[in-house]
């Protein structure tokens, strides 16, 4: 997006290898960046070796550690400012400052519709072209909701602008506004959940279009700690039902905000739960889902209904790695919680991250309780009414007779202690 909107930059984004060499082959860029930072493994090598051995001429920019030749590839320390990447890049381009204030760009500047999502608080006039004519769609501080997103979505050819000279007071507005309000102690707890799932959801879309930055996690950092809130102000779990199903939000967050309140209220009852580890448990809560796409991936709970669904084989595909891929993306986080990383791509089960029905019995002891806080989500989100859903005592036998193993063990006996 700041290349879009700094350097007037048309960006194709890439997720794999083959992706970013196709792109290369068919779209001749005038310049190909690698966020290595975003991968376990070393990308930039990997495709700076494909680009030497198709002699490939595209310069080729590397954000984190490579092992590439550095008079061929330029890397980026991760640690570099924003601005210093852009200049650098704006330089191979040979846009300069004054080639950039003498820019002939439009009036109204079209907005990287990826990047706008509901929720978000406009700074600015926002504008829709009708018949020739640019006509405010969104003024200052009006909400950007989901129902006009989709309204907008169903028209053709749509597209939305900002004035030129605002642009960049868009991009910057978009995250502050909801970590300030996380922080107002006066949110009720409708409000805090309503705000929490807005940033949620701006957190998922920028971690998977443009990786996990220090803004993106100051904004995640504020709704860990205001679902952390939300558990504690809550103490019974058919209230915060009541106000989860009142509420429109993804069904991703409220899956995720389940899960931590009724793993948290395990970690309590254990020998081992301190503060620390219910702190992990939500950062985990949070980003388990992150590669998912779409809300009715979360509804799929085995890998039976994953092979039986209409789903597309990308999704299939996508479903069935997610874990190990949500694993990969936070391990680029600084400053990540220990383990957590090993917890998420455990939190299916699997020691590999992959699949939804393989059970390791060695995974650790926070992975199989997010084991029974997830399988407990998920009976809750399966009924709608209240009268249908199985009871507590009814979800413990359900669990006992599930995960009664080594290791497992251990935990179930605390799960008839629960208060809530």
Not at 112 to 127: C, H, K, L, N, R
Not at 176 to 185: F, H, R
Not at 231 to 241: N, Y
Request: charged share 25%; glycine share 4%; with cysteine.
């Amino acid at each position: 997006m700041n290349l879009t909107l700094y350097l007037g930059a048309e960006v194709k984004v890439a997720t794999t290898i083959k992706a970013a060499v196709d792109q290369t082959v068919e779209s001749d860029p005038v310049l190909v960046f690698v966020n290595n930072e975003a991968y376990s493994q070393d990308m930039g090598a990997e495709l700076w070796q494909i680009f030497d051995n198709k002699r490939i001429k595209t310069p080729l920019f590397v954000l984190g550690q490579a092992k590439v030749p550095l008079d061929d590839v330029i890397v980026f320390d991760p640690n570099i400012q924003l601005r210093d990447v852009l200049r650098s890049m704006a330089k191979i381009m040979n846009i300069t400052a004054k080639i950039m204030a003498e820019q002939d760009m439009p009036d109204y500047f079209p907005l990287p519709m990826d990047f706008v999502i509901p929720g978000w608080q406009t700074s600015v006039e926002i504008f829709i072209k009708k018949f020739g004519r640019y006509e405010i769609y969104f003024d200052i501080e009006d909400i950007i909701t989901a129902d006009e997103l989709e309204k907008l979505e169903r028209q053709k050819n749509f597209q939305l602008y900002v004035e030129k000279h605002e642009r960049l007071k868009f991009v910057n507005s978009l995250s502050g506004q909801i970590s300030a309000k996380l922080n107002d102690p006066n949110l009720s707890p409708e409000e805090r959940i309503e705000v929490t799932a807005t940033g949620y959801q701006m957190v998922m879309e920028q971690s998977r279009k443009i990786g996990i930055g220090e803004g993106t996690m100051e904004l995640a950092n504020s709704c860990i700690e205001s679902m952390t809130k939300t558990v504690e102000d809550i103490p019974q779990l058919d209230d915060l039902l009541a106000r989860l199903l009142a509420d429109n939000s993804s069904l991703r967050y409220k899956h995720s905000l389940l899960i931590n309140y009724i793993g948290s209220h395990i970690i309590k009852k254990t020998p081992w739960g301190s503060r620390e580890q219910q702190e992990k448990f939500a950062f985990i809560c949070f980003f388990q889902n992150i590669a998912l796409t779409k809300d009715e991936h979360v509804m799929i709970r085995s890998d039976k209904e994953l092979k039986e669904s209409d789903l597309s084989n990308k999704e299939k595909n996508l479903i069935k790695n997610h874990a190990l891929l949500a694993a990969k993306l936070v391990s680029t986080i600084d400053k990540i919680p220990f383990g957590a990383a090993t917890i998420i791509k455990q939190h299916h089960g699997s020691n590999k991250g992959v699949g939804l029905s393989t059970l390791s019995l060695n995974i650790s002891p926070l992975a199989i309780t997010f084991l029974f806080a997830q399988e407990w989500a998920n009976l809750v989100f399966k009924f709608e009414t209240e009268s249908s859903r199985p009871s507590k005592k009814e979800v413990i036998k359900m669990l006992h007779h599930k995960y009664n193993k080594p290791g497992f063990n251990k935990i179930l006996p605390i799960l008839h202690t629960l208060e809530f």
